[in-house]
T-cell receptor, first 113, second 119 residues
């Protein structure tokens, strides 16, 4: 079983749609959680951290359920520029401790006009 | 401020040859990581330096891979001899030292990667 599993993609949605990505992780001792975004042939970039209380950044909302070992990302009013691969990432250490990142395979999103 | 830079951006070598990848982290970042993505798979951790010391090398696939970070600045990852299954994109990332004040986020910044093809 993979340590981090994501919805298989790709997701093809029209502009303005709401899209949700789901992710589960196997190690209950994981301490910190993130969504990264990776554009084609580019490096991964941090989109947002994910906290137990849930957090929002503009059109993006992330949720964490530690009991279910489940992480989600919701994108509202999707834009063409949101087209990318979204990576679910966990870390055995806390947010301020650095440490290795464990990546899911990524879910590709394509937003069409 | 310059980001994480990697060299070369692409490398095509024959099986059995040696290749050395270089990573220059963001200035002042003590933590340096190497990751790899092989085709169709997820990005996987290879190893972690704190300054010049190897903190965690649990992800290194075998002894054909050697990573160094002399002086705690740039790092090299050498593959010798290269095999076909070593093909993939090798990413380097760096982050600041552990935040001893307890809050905040130690974000890892990635370089654009080196695309290695072994033929």
């Amino acid at each position: 079983r993979k340590e981090v599993e994501q919805d298989p993609g790709p997701f093809n949605v029209p502009e303005g749609a709401t899209v949700a990505f789901n992710c589960t992780y196997s190690n209950s001792a994981s301490q910190s959680f993130f969504w990264y975004r990776q554009d084609c042939r580019k490096e991964p970039k941090l989109l947002m951290s994910v906290y137990s209380s849930g957090n929002e950044d503009g059109r993006f909302t992330a949720q964490l359920n530690r009991a279910s070992q489940y992480i989600s990302l919701l994108i509202r009013d999707s834009k063409l520029s949101d087209s990318a691969t979204y990576l679910c990432v966990v870390n055995p250490l806390l947010y301020n401790q650095g440490g290795k990142l464990i990546f899911g395979q990524g879910t590709e999103l394509s937003v069409k006009p | 401020e310059a980001g994480v830079t990697q060299f070369p951006s692409h490398s095509v070598i024959e099986k059995g040859q040696t290749v050395t990848l270089r990573c220059d982290p963001i200035s002042g970042h003590d933590n340096l990581y190497w990751y790899r993505r092989v085709m169709g798979k997820e990005i996987k951790f290879l190893l972690h330096f704190v300054k010049e010391s190897k903190q965690d090398e649990s992800g290194m696939p075998n002894n054909r891979f050697l990573a160094e970070r002399t002086g705690g600045t740039y790092s090299t990852l050498k593959v010798q001899p290269a095999e076909l299954e070593d093909s993939g994109v090798y990413f380097c990332a760096s982050s600041q030292a552990y935040n001893t004040q307890g809050g905040g986020l130690t974000e890892a910044f990635f370089g654009q990667g080196t695309r290695l093809t072994v033929v």
